[in-house]
């Protein structure tokens, strides 16, 4: 159990650096997953050379052949490798969590750190109730510059070029230590308020600086904490993002001046911040882009970017499939544009093919409603030409060749998620075989569920032949009747994803105006 003490000096000075020590250490800690995922990576680093040098090319993704394989190749070390794939299979499995999906990864990790960070925050502190107060916000502290790192939104990021992991995954790391601060900060604040009841302070502590800082600094990891929660960024993303980004440059200050002791970890996250937002306003684009209501629809907003090997936008032309950009209107100037809410639009084209950059999203709030109120300027299906700010590309660049180690893909896409689909099943197709009808392309399906026809229309390419070849392997599903009342339409159209409840029952074909066949009603996930 811990006491309030009273403490010699020399006592005070060890316990301070007791607590530096261990605000070290927590910090320096967060290196050892990494070393042990380098470790890791090498070790597969020389499998794979060791195969290709007795033959092998790793274990195929084909059942059949994998067995064959496991035949083979006994022993321990295929045992562990398929032990190490279940396990990483049930990590990648999400549970429902206060309404939001949250992978069972995320939930053991977090529980690893948070024991490992109280651990550090309890040990020699030797009964003493303030070392362990203090202990509890300096190792919280400790965390800031990592945490900061992991929301680094960049091709830059030392921590994707460790991992390899793309942004969102990092963005879950993020979001998990940031709920693992919280409660140290929690548990830093309020033991120290025990202490001024306890000790009849309160009342004059309670409007000292420090104090008054660290009840702020609470507050605000508070306030970030909350409108990070997901039914907060499904009501309103542009109150998340304004709190978050102000609030994230608003801490760093306070914590700065609560105390002295803490300062080495709030500079480290300042150098971190500032470099995040240089290199983010160097990885902007200022474009001209084509905005257009997806004709049909009331709530589809398509944005086409031209782009030539001989303009400044040339760099857009080797953007891949799988990846994603921020968009917004360019406007104001460039040191307030953090603020600003921008929305994350999927690459729907081939950049490098197509000489154009599709971008396609439906229209909710914020950034995506101004980006359509500049669209509606014109008439629905013609173009209005606006000077457009394009930051990234973020996400992997690596999806087309690992769908190319696959015998048989299905894709499976509702809505406007087949802004990630239709690009990379475009490629595959091509990859597989440049003609129609091959059957090597046979191995390939693409089912696609849509409310109405309407909302195909973007994925429809220009060149004729290629229209043919988009449509051979692909089944669109119309999902809404298109008797459907007003009342119903609207309220349909507030919806981000398909309503499943009010999904027709399969059955009935016809011929869109694009040429491919409708069908109306709802797949059979189970029968495919």
Request: charged letters at 20%; aromatic letters at 10%; one cysteine or more.
């Amino acid at each position: 159990m811990w006491h309030f003490l009273d403490l010699s000096q020399d006592q005070k000075l060890e316990r301070r650096r007791l607590l530096d020590l261990y605000g070290s250490l927590a910090q320096v800690s967060a290196l050892i997953p990494l070393a042990i995922l380098q470790i890791y990576f090498f070790i597969g680093w020389l499998q794979r050379r060791w195969a290709r040098r007795n033959g092998g090319d790793g274990i195929p993704s084909s059942p059949q052949l994998k067995k064959q394989r496991s035949d083979a190749l006994t022993g321990s070390v295929t045992r562990s490798k398929e032990t190490w794939r279940k396990v990483f299979w049930w990590m990648g499995d999400t549970i429902d969590i206060w309404g939001s999906r949250v992978k069972k990864g995320e939930i053991v990790a977090g529980v690893v750190w948070t024991a490992w960070l109280l651990f550090l925050s309890c040990v020699q502190t030797q009964g003493d109730y303030l070392h362990l107060t203090k202990r509890f916000g300096i190792v919280g502290a400790s965390q800031l510059p990592l945490q900061y790192l992991l929301a680094f939104k960049s091709p830059f990021s030392p921590v994707h070029h460790l991992t390899g992991c793309s942004w969102p995954t990092l963005n879950a790391a993020h979001q998990v230590l940031g709920r693992i601060s919280t409660l140290l900060f929690y548990l830093h604040a309020g033991f120290y308020l025990n202490f001024f009841i306890q000790a009849h302070v309160l009342a004059k502590r309670i409007k000292d600086w420090d104090v008054i800082l660290g009840l702020v600094g609470t507050i605000a990891f508070t306030a970030v904490g909350t409108t990070a929660l997901s039914w907060v960024r499904k009501l309103s993303y542009r109150v998340f993002y304004t709190t978050h980004v102000t609030l994230a440059s608003i801490l760093l200050p306070v914590l700065y001046f609560h105390v002295h002791h803490l300062r080495i970890y709030i500079l480290e996250t300042l150098v971190v911040y500032a470099v995040h937002l240089v290199l983010r306003i160097l990885n902007e684009h200022k474009v001209e882009g084509s905005l257009t209501m997806v004709s049909g629809t009331s709530n589809l907003l398509e944005i086409n970017i031209p782009i030539s090997a001989k303009s400044k936008t040339k760099s857009i032309m080797h953007w891949q499939p799988g990846q994603h950009v921020y968009a917004s209107l360019a406007n104001g100037p460039v040191y307030t544009r953090s603020l600003k809410s921008r929305s994350p639009f999927t690459i729907a084209s081939l950049p490098s093919e197509d000489g154009n950059l599709k971008l396609v999203a439906r229209v909710l709030d914020g950034n995506t409603a101004a980006l359509a109120k500049a669209a509606t300027e014109g008439a629905t299906g013609k173009s209005t030409s606006m000077p457009l700010i394009l930051e990234g590309p973020y996400g992997l660049s690596t999806h087309s060749n690992t769908l190319l180690g696959y015998n048989r893909v299905l894709f499976i896409a509702g809505g406007v998620g087949a802004t990630f689909i239709v690009p990379l099943y475009r490629t595959l197709l091509k990859d597989l075989s440049p003609s129609p009808g091959s059957r090597r392309r046979q191995n390939v399906a693409f089912v696609w569920a849509v409310r109405d026809e309407a909302e195909t229309n973007w994925a429809v390419p220009e060149d004729e032949q290629e229209k043919k070849g988009i449509q051979e392997r692909m089944t669109v599903y119309a999902t809404r009747s298109g008797r459907m009342d007003e009342d119903e339409q609207k309220t349909n159209e507030m919806d981000e994803g398909i309503e499943m409840e009010r999904l027709l029952p399969s059955g009935g074909m016809d011929s869109s105006a694009q040429g491919w066949q409708i069908n109306h009603g709802r797949p059979d996930l189970g029968e495919m």
